[in-house]
Structures are given as C-alpha cells and as structure tokens.
Nanobody, 120 residues
Framework: QVQLVESGGGLVQAGDSLTLSCAAS????????MGWFRQARGKEREFVAA????????SHSDSVKGRFTISKDNAKNTVYLQMSSLEPEGTAVYFC?????????????WGQGTQVTVSS
C-alpha cells in the first residue's frame, strides 16, 4: 500500500508560479513511477506529467510543456510539480498518482488532490 498526500495548491493570478508537492509513504517509493494529473470542473481527468523514479526520465503533456516541470527527491519520498506562467485554464484539482508500470496507462494509487485556482 502507498499513501500519497498532495500539498501546495492555492489561489494565484495568471502568470504566477506555484509548486505542488506529493509526499509518499508505505511501500518503497523507488519502486513506483509517479505522475501528476488534473481535473477541471466538468471535465475529464487529464495527464500532466510523469517521472520514472529510477531513471529520472520525465514526460510532460503538450499543454504544459515548457511551463511545468516534474521532479523528485527520493530521499524525501516526494515528487514535485513546478508550475510557471499559470493560466486560468490551469484551474483544476491536481492529483498525484503512483504506478508500477507507466502511470499514464493506469495508476495503482492516487492522492486526494489539491486545488489550484488561477484567476485572470
């Protein structure tokens, strides 16, 4: 079992930056690939970014590429999502997820989410 707890969400203005954190506990953190997803009100959940915890290889969706960066700190069992140049369209609940395989295909564990609201 893996527990994921997101933090760092809040209300910001368009153009601001914000960093989300996802603290993991439970089974060995390094065994899992991690990712961030978001879900805006009335829309389906969408992939944002993923990171392989062993290789450190990352991937980002086209909508956030160049503005968001996923990173990890294995010593702290924490994954981060650095967000810059935030846009009102980025308003959503952001979820952290963990998977043995590709987190974009299917995640075994999810956090409770953290709200990010971007005002124009």
């Amino acid at each position: 079992q893996v527990q994921l707890v997101e933090s760092g969400g809040g209300l910001v203005q368009a153009g601001d930056s914000l960093t989300l954190s996802c603290a993991a506990s439970g089974r060995t953190f390094s065994h899992y690939n991690m990712g961030w997803f978001r879900q805006a009100r009335g829309k389906e959940r969408e992939f944002v970014a993923a990171i392989n915890l062993n290789s450190g290889i990352t991937s980002h969706s086209d909508s956030v590429k160049g503005r968001f960066t996923i990173s990890k700190d294995n010593a702290k069992n924490t994954v981060y999502l650095q967000m810059s140049s935030l846009e009102p369209e980025g308003t959503a609940v952001y979820f952290c997820a963990a998977a043995i395989e590709d987190v974009r295909v299917g995640a075994e564990y999810w956090g409770q989410g953290t709200q990010v609201t971007v005002s124009s």
